[in-house]
């Protein structure tokens, strides 16, 4: 399964599947993007960082794609599981404001695993 | 693992109350952040601090004030509670580096005003 942008806010996928999830950012100034889950009744947690120096990078199942070329981030899930079931938020740091840690935050897609 | 805790999950308030939100952090960060989630709308900024006694205000900052007299907590004031400040509350903290680093979330309170 795939989402386009952040105009198609849930994505659908079978458990098993592989799930990407897009992010597009607007300031060519950012230097540092984050990706959060956030559960019903959570508040949002980290899974993965990457910095602007960095094309891709990989965790446990999951693994960040930066193009900055075209302003695109996304996440890809591996094998997603029920406990996937969330809704993915995009942030970034605009370089200069690391020292307050400010975040700019995307609107958030919603993943549904179907069993 | 970082801990941010915030002291209530629901609370329920009345129009024109003043109502406090807590928040603790417990790995001695800089950064504390204060935010609103609202359906389709997203994470907005109301107030955030980078160090004891220092506060900024964010983007939505009308109607709230905060309180930062000790680093390992950030409180959020509703000065006179009004019904469009029924929301998720949810406090962030980060570590002040060279580099950025990713802000740790607390739970929420989701906050009703009758």
């Known amino acids: 399964g795939e989402s386009v942008g952040l105009h198609l806010p849930t994505l659908s996928v079978q458990e098993g599947d592989n799930s990407i999830i897009n992010c597009a950012y607007s300031n060519s100034a950012s230097d540092y993007f984050i990706w959060y889950k956030q559960e019903s009744g959570k508040g949002p947690q980290f899974i993965i960082d990457?910095?602007?120096?960095?094309d891709k990078r990989q965790g446990q199942r999951v693994t960040v794609l930066l193009n900055k070329t075209v302003k695109h981030l996304s996440l890809q899930i591996a094998a997603t599981q029920p406990g996937d079931s969330a809704v993915y938020f995009c942030?970034?740091?605009?370089?200069?404001?690391?020292?307050?840690?400010?975040?700019?935050f995307g609107q958030g897609t919603t993943l549904q695993v179907k069993p | 693992d970082v801990k941010v805790t915030q002291s209530s999950r629901y609370l329920v308030k009345r129009t024109g109350e003043k109502v406090f939100l807590e928040c603790v952090q417990d790995?001695?960060?800089?950064?504390m952040f204060w935010y609103r989630q609202d359906p389709g709308l997203g994470l907005r900024l109301i107030y955030f601090s980078y160090d004891v006694k220092m506060k900024e205000k964010g983007d939505i900052p009308e109607g709230y004030s905060v309180s930062r007299e000790k680093k390992e907590r950030f409180s959020l004031i509703l000065e006179s509670a009004s019904t469009n400040q029924t929301s998720m509350y949810l406090c962030?903290?980060?570590?002040?580096?060279?580099?950025?680093?990713?802000?740790?979330f607390g739970d929420g309170t989701r906050l009703s005003i009758l």
């Open positions: 942030a970034e740091n605009i370089r200069g404001s690391s020292n307050t840690g400010k975040l700019i």
């Open positions: 790995m001695d960060h800089e950064n």
């Open positions: 962030a903290s980060s570590l002040r580096a060279r580099g950025p680093k990713p802000q740790h």
């Open positions: 990457i910095r602007s120096n960095m």
